[in-house]
């Protein structure tokens, strides 16, 4: 999967599982991700996809993640442990300089989510 922000294109590790499945079976999208609580941007995905039971409250930068709370896909920019909340994790983004670049942009960007072989 990759995800590409403005002209860049950043590419993600994805882990097994179902939800991870549901969601690549939904691309390619356009969503627009917001800033929220200092550590992550997320933004609602256009399905619910199945939901794993391998939810963790330990999150990672450059990593992303579904919150099914919100329907949401997450890029997490900050280690953090957000007890008593519990996300799915999806994968990992490769090029960390991901995380530089949300640290410091704007509280909402639009992003688009693809397949590794779609441009």
């Not at 590419?11 to 929220?36: A, H, N, Q, R, Y």
């Not at 953090?80 to 949300?102: A, F, M």
Request: charged share 30%.
């Amino acid at each position: 999967m990759n995800i590409k922000i403005e002209d860049k294109i950043y590419e993600v590790k994805l882990i097994d599982g179902s939800t991870k499945d549901d969601i690549v079976s939904m691309l390619p999208i356009d969503i627009k991700l917001s800033k929220f609580d200092n550590h992550e941007y997320s933004g609602s995905l256009p399905n619910k996809p199945r939901i794993d039971n391998n939810k963790t409250s330990d999150i990672y930068e450059g990593h992303i993640y579904y919150w099914d709370g919100w329907n949401s896909f997450v890029i997490n920019y900050k280690d953090l442990n957000i007890s008593p909340y519990k996300v799915i994790h999806i994968g990992e983004v490769i090029d960390k300089s991901i995380v530089d670049y949300l640290k410091n942009c704007e509280d909402e960007i639009s992003v688009r989510l693809e397949k590794n072989n779609e441009k």
